[in-house]
């Protein structure tokens, strides 16, 4: 069982930044993938950004293609936490963003909603222009 909680939300101008963070409970963290996620009103939850362990200290991150340039996925396994800094922020980028875990690793699979195994609670993301 994995817990997770996303933190570093809150209300940004067009173009600046913010860094969301997703801490986890379990021994386990270093070897599950990491998603980030998220829902604008009245559309389907959407891939962000996903971090995969290869081997040793080895991992793979792949992005949305709205948002490849900007955001920067990264992790930090001793603290078991999971980041998201997200730059040149667009109105569009609002949202409910999403922490979730899995232990799967196909790139076709982190990439959906449906291959995740547990998720956090959210943290609202607004970017006024």
């Known amino acids: 069982q994995v817990q997770l909680v996303e933190s570093g939300g809150g209300l940004v101008q067009a173009g600046g930044s913010l860094r969301l963070s997703c801490a986890a409970s379990g021994r386990t963290f270093r070897a599950y993938s990491m998603g980030w996620f998220r829902q604008a009103p009245g559309k389907e939850r959407e891939f962000v950004a996903a971090?995969?362990?290869?081997?040793?200290?080895?991992?793979?991150?792949y992005y949305a293609d709205s948002v490849k340039g900007r955001f920067t996925i990264s992790r930090d396994n001793a603290k078991n936490t999971v980041y998201l800094q997200m730059t040149s922020l667009k109105p569009e980028d609002t949202a409910v963003y999403y922490c979730a875990a899995t232990t799967k690793t196909s790139a076709t699979t982190i990439t959906r909603a449906g291959g995740y195994d547990y998720w956090g609670q959210g943290t609202q993301v607004t970017v006024s222009s």
């Open positions: 971090i995969v362990w290869s081997s040793g200290n080895i991992y793979y991150t």
